[in-house]
Nanobody
Framework: QEQLVESGGGLVQAGGSLRLSCTAS????????MAWFRQGPGKERAFVAA????????NYADSVKGRFTISRDNAKNAVYLQMNSLKPEDTAVYYC??????????????????WGQGTQVTVSS
């Protein structure tokens, strides 16, 4: 059982940057695909980025390509989301998620077994 805890959210002006972190409590973190999802006001939760267990593969939503970078440190049981050139439409609650059952690739929510509680990111114009 993995417990995921996100941190690093906050209020930032458009064009600014934030770095989100997610730490896991379990001993099998290094075997999981990790991902970030987000849910904006009045919107459904949506995929943002994912990274394979080794960190050698990453996948991004089109809306964040070139601006966001996902990375991980298996020694620290942590995954990160570096967000640059933030836009007001990036405002959302950001969730960390873990998938221990599938090969890297699927981005549907139901693929991911473990979820954090979320961290709020607000981008002002």
């Amino acid at each position: 059982q993995e417990q995921l805890v996100e941190s690093g959210g906050g209020l930032v002006q458009a064009g600014g940057s934030l770095r989100l972190s997610c730490t896991a409590s379990g001993s099998t973190f290094s075997t999981y695909t990790m991902a970030w999802f987000r849910q904006g006001p009045g919107k459904e939760r949506a995929f943002v980025a994912a990274i394979s267990w080794s960190g050698s593969n990453a996948n991004y939503a089109d809306s964040v390509k070139g601006r966001f970078t996902i990375s991980r440190d298996n020694a620290k049981n942590a995954v990160y989301l570096q967000m640059n050139s933030l836009k007001p439409e990036d405002t959302a609650v950001y969730y960390c998620a873990a998938d221990g059952r599938h090969h890297f690739g699927p981005t549907e929510m139901d693929v991911f077994d473990y979820w954090g509680q979320g961290t709020q990111v607000t981008v002002s114009s």
